[in-house]
């Protein structure tokens, strides 16, 4: 049967008819045929060619980091990144074309800020990349979806992601960093990164814990311990001294927990540091839980005596109540804090203990909550972390049966009442001390410094004082805070071994380069030299970026002339 394709014609010859004009005679006919030139159309001056809008590496980048200093690191780490990629970090969020929202999942009102952020940046239409502990634990949450996100251990991919996201695509990393299976600690410590305060730098020592804690939500994120080697702790902070900090801080989600996964320990780590910190530098170390600083004391105790390391720990307790504790599954028992305090107090006179407390735990009674109190009045913390208790989606506690709403309120108050009611520092006033200047005030009229037991202290804003240690006299005391009278014939000690970067200057670059806009002198340190090849790749990101860019506007240009 026929197809409706047949045809009656068997071969393409078999279309030209004898009356048809041959091959020679077509030929000939194109010699009479004048060609038409075709009329240029006029350029519209107005018109505006926006080729480079979507070119990565071009945009203004907004950050805003929410939590601990741990997160405050990783934020340091990518905008550091992002400005040694061309992007122009911001502190205007109104001109930013992309904002990095770096989030934090401890409690309820810290997600909402972050949750409330992306609702605002999206209805100015701006893209939004997410980083921190909230995506990582909960990435299929309803108002993340179409969002890029960055994970806790991909920040050093922050690049690529914005990359994406800056041409409307959507990325997700939220993969673990692993070596021979072994989980490692995170994204390189030889990134670039812009320090928030050019004097300190944040080291994160490890990521992650050993606890289980029934209301923590970080744990989802940050997962079980992994550590970074000795060896390259030790490097990140003489690299940072090579570029001006006179200060360092460690942290982790527990610091005291670090090198168990490794087969070394926090102490080690401490004898190792202290070696490569100049004269007049200061250590501070992080958070630590009680189990795991317990059988380190001895140790501990000889550290925070040394004189270029803070006389600090923070230890939150969480609870007087031991019952409460096992609910919290906290590992230890409120004797065992008890013999943390008094035995640094015993050996390092004068030591600050800052400690955290929850009040309201699901199952907390009235006589739990009074043992709290009593703890505190036995103690007189100088510094306490109160927290009325939030129950984080998907943690143990959250299914708990919960303390009313009003009981936690009335509890968190009292503690609160509690504390306000004794002044800590009113026995230093008359001290003479030395003390570390390091920030500017939140009233912007004093410069903020530390001494040996990292006490606040007030001092005159003087140019010649900042990131310097100075002698002070010390004639007020407030709650929070001394104030101290800068000793007339002292003369100020600087104790940073280079002259410290500027303000928003990329920590980590080897060559000079731009920061935001501006140039700076070249960092001098040598241990950073395996960014250099990572540079060269940049150099050549930019020139194709310029090329494929000079090439666009020359096609359109073309088209509109043709």
């Not at 003489?238 to 070394?264: H, K, M, N, P």
């Not at 500027?502 to 501006?518: C, F, I, K, R």
């Amino acid at each position: 049967m026929p197809s409706a394709c047949d045809s009656p014609i068997d071969d393409i010859e078999d279309m030209v008819s004898s009356s048809d004009p041959t091959p020679h005679e077509r030929q000939s006919a194109r010699k009479s045929i004048i060609p038409r030139s075709r009329k240029k159309r006029e350029l519209v001056s107005s018109e505006e060619l926006h080729a480079d809008s979507l070119i990565p590496g071009t945009q203004k980048i907004w950050m805003k980091t929410w939590g601990c200093s741990h997160n405050n690191s990783d934020g340091e780490y990518m905008a550091g990144q992002l400005a040694a990629s061309g992007y122009k970090i911001t502190d205007d969020a109104a001109e930013a074309d992309l904002w990095l929202l770096n989030s934090c999942t401890v409690k309820n009102p810290a997600e909402d800020h972050f949750r409330n952020a992306i609702r605002k940046a999206q209805d100015q239409e701006k893209k939004v990349v997410v980083a921190g502990c909230v995506p990582q634990a909960q990435p299929r949450m309803d108002y993340l979806k179409g969002l890029s996100i960055i994970g806790v251990q991909q920040i050093d991919r922050v690049v690529e992601v914005v990359d994406e996201a800056v041409k409307g695509h959507s990325v997700r990393l939220l993969g673990q960093k692993k070596d021979g299976g072994r989980r490692l600690g995170g994204a390189r410590l030889d990134l670039p990164k812009i320090r928030k305060n050019p004097l300190i730098e944040i080291i994160s020592i490890n990521t992650g814990c050993l606890n289980a804690c029934t209301y923590c939500k970080t744990k989802h994120a940050r997962g079980d311990l992994a550590s970074y080697p000795i060896d390259e702790l030790v490097e990140r902070a003489r690299q940072s001294f090579q570029e001006g900090v006179c200060e360092i801080w460690l942290t982790s989600e527990d610091t005291g927990a670090y090198g168990r996964d490794i087969g070394t320990d926090l102490p080690t780590l401490l004898w190792r540091l202290v070696e490569v910190i100049p004269e007049g530098a200061m250590l501070r170390l992080g958070m630590t839980n009680p189990p795991y600083i317990l059988e380190h004391l001895e140790e501990m105790a000889k550290v925070l005596n040394h004189p270029r390391v803070y006389a600090f720990l923070h230890v939150p307790v969480q609870s007087a109540s031991d019952s409460v504790l096992m609910d919290m599954k906290r590992e230890y028992c409120v004797d065992d804090f008890r013999r943390v305090v008094d035995f640094l107090e015993e050996r390092v006179p004068g030591v600050t203990i800052a400690t955290d407390i929850i009040c309201g735990f699901p199952g907390e009674t009235e006589d739990d909550f009074q043992e709290t109190i009593e703890l505190v009045k036995r103690y007189k913390f100088p510094s306490l972390f109160i927290n009325q208790f939030y129950p984080r989606p998907g943690t143990p506690a959250a299914k708990m049966e919960q303390v009313p709403a009003h009981v936690k309120k009335q509890r968190t108050k009292e503690l609160s009442d509690l504390f306000r009611s004794y002044n800590p520092y009113d026995h230093k006033v008359g001290e003479r001390q030395h003390v570390l200047v390091t920030e500017e005030s939140f009233d912007t009229q004093h410069y903020v410094a530390h001494n040996k037991f990292y006490e606040q202290v007030l001092v005159p804003k003087r140019s010649e004082f900042k990131g310097k240690m100075i002698q002070v006299d010390i004639y007020e005391a407030g709650k929070h805070f001394l104030k101290g009278r800068p000793v007339e014939d002292s003369t100020p000690f600087t104790p940073s071994i280079a002259a410290p970067l500027q303000q928003g200057q990329v920590s980590g670059l080897p060559q000079e380069q731009t920061a935001n806009g501006v140039q700076h002198p070249p960092a001098t340190s040598p241990g950073l030299v395996t960014w250099s090849s990572g540079l060269d790749m940049e150099a050549l990101k930019k020139l194709g970026i310029a090329l494929a860019l000079a090439a666009a506007i020359l096609a359109l240009v073309i088209e509109k002339l043709c």
